[in-house]
């Protein structure tokens, strides 16, 4: 359905968008999606890195878990 949309057709659903809202409020929306979007840029990369902590954690931090009675069988 979307694919005959073509840039006359986009070009004049821009306009209309333009004058339901106006400059003013599509300025400031665009700017809000923009917060948003480095907000989820920033949120990801901390987590990225929280999870490459643990992991250097898990490495440094590994222990033995045999059970004791394995232990002793070897």
Same mark, same amino acid.
């Given at each position: ?23 003013? %409020? ?8 923009? %917060? ?19 992991? %250097? ?15 002793? %069988?070897?």
């Amino acid at each position: 359905m979307l694919n005959n949309i073509g840039l006359p057709g986009l070009l004049l659903i821009a306009v209309v968008v333009l004058v339901l809202f106006g400059r003013g %409020k599509i300025s400031s929306l665009m700017g809000e999606v923009g %917060k948003g979007i480095t907000s989820f840029k920033k949120g990801v990369s901390e987590g990225t890195k929280e999870l490459e902590d643990e992991s %250097k954690e898990s490495v440094e931090t590994a222990r033995d878990v045999t059970p004791t009675d394995e232990k002793d %069988k070897v």
